[in-house]
């Protein structure tokens, strides 16, 4: 079980295409979301459009993805997924997810303006996404008839 309370770590981490920044930018702007995920993991790739989404939709705060992948593979599923938010790279051996005791990916975290940890979702909650785009001040619903996910999938 990933940690559940406290402040999240500040590490520092490189974007895709950008240098090493740290992770407390994401917060800094107002509410937060965090996923961690890896580029293999089917339920991170399904994941993945839901939160964009959020991001895409969001009035306030901001959401960040942690890949714990290489540039390449990690370019490679932004493209193949159109996703737009930040990707930051998370080299093995995952600093961030061992400071966070994360053993399933994906884990969401939500945060607020001060970097804690106010909810964690591990694998794929259709009911968690949508209480952290309510967070993310995101209206109506995050989901459409459209949507066939699942409403929960294991990471």
Request: aromatic share 6%; hydrophobic share 40%; glycine share 10%.
């Given at each position: 079980?990933?940690?559940?309370?406290?402040?999240?770590?500040?590490?520092?981490?490189?974007?895709?295409?950008?240098?090493?920044?740290?992770?407390?930018?994401?917060?800094?702007?107002?509410?937060?979301?965090v996923l961690i995920g890896h580029s293999?993991?089917?339920?991170?790739?399904?994941?993945?459009?839901?939160?964009?989404?959020?991001?895409?939709?969001?009035?306030?705060?901001?959401?960040?993805?942690?890949?714990?992948?290489?540039?390449?593979?990690?370019?490679?599923?932004?493209?193949?997924l159109g996703i737009e938010m930040p990707?930051?790279?998370?080299?093995?051996?995952?600093?961030?997810?061992?400071?966070?005791e994360v053993t399933i990916v994906p884990?969401?975290?939500?945060?607020?303006?001060?970097?804690?940890?106010?909810?964690?979702?591990?694998?794929?909650?259709?009911?968690?996404?949508?209480?952290?785009?309510?967070?993310?001040?995101?209206?109506?619903?995050?989901?459409?008839?459209?949507?066939?996910?699942?409403?929960?999938?294991?990471?």
């Amino acid at each position: 079980m990933p940690r559940t309370e406290g402040a999240f770590p500040t590490l520092s981490l490189p974007g895709i295409d950008a240098p090493e920044r740290p992770l407390s930018d994401t917060w800094s702007r107002g509410p937060a979301l965090v996923l961690i995920g890896h580029s293999d993991c089917t339920t991170t790739r399904e994941a993945l459009p839901f939160v964009d989404r959020i991001h895409r939709r969001r009035t306030q705060g901001s959401v960040t993805v942690i890949l714990q992948d290489d540039g390449a593979s990690a370019r490679r599923l932004a493209d193949s997924l159109g996703i737009e938010m930040p990707i930051r790279l998370e080299a093995d051996p995952y600093p961030l997810a061992t400071a966070l005791e994360v053993t399933i990916v994906p884990t969401v975290f939500a945060l607020t303006p001060k970097g804690e940890i106010v909810g964690v979702s591990e694998g794929f909650s259709r009911a968690d996404l949508e209480a952290f785009a309510e967070r993310l001040g995101v209206e109506g619903p995050l989901f459409g008839p459209e949507d066939t996910v699942a409403a929960l999938k294991p990471g």
